[in-house]
Nanobody, 124 residues
Framework: QVQLVESGGGLVQAGGSLRLSCVAP????????MGWFRQAPGKEREFVAH????????SYADSVKGRFTISRGNAKTSVYLLMNRLTVEDTAVYYC?????????????????WGQGTQVTVSS
């Protein structure tokens, strides 16, 4: 079992930035592919970003490409999501996820471990 803990959410004005963090207490994340998903009220959970284990290949949803960046911490015990030029449409609960497979997947059911989520609210 992998426990994931997200932090860094909050309220920000449109055009602003936030950096979300995800850690697994007492565990390295280097052997896992890591992902960020989000879920807005009344909507399904959707893929945001992915970073593969082994080669750190990244992938992004079209809606965030060029604005968001997923990365691993130097000690490989954390994963970050840097979000720039935020818009009202980015408002959602953001979830960190982990899986052992290396292939990029945007499907939530392919991910084995999930955090509790952190709220991001973007005001106009």
């Amino acid at each position: 079992q992998v426990q994931l803990v997200e932090s860094g959410g909050g309220l920000v004005q449109a055009g602003g930035s936030l950096r979300l963090s995800c850690v697994a207490p007492g565990r390295t994340l280097v052997t896992y592919s890591m992902g960020w998903f989000r879920q807005a009220p009344g909507k399904e959970r959707e893929f945001v970003a992915h970073i593969s284990r082994s080669n750190d290949r990244t992938s992004y949803a079209d809606s965030v490409k060029g604005r968001f960046t997923i990365s691993r911490g130097n000690a490989k015990t954390s994963v970050y999501l840097l979000m720039n030029r935020l818009t009202v449409e980015d408002t959602a609960v953001y979830y960190c996820a982990a899986r052992l497979g290396m292939a990029i997947t945007t499907v939530p059911r392919d991910w084995a471990y999930w955090g509790q989520g952190t709220q991001v609210t973007v005001s106009s």
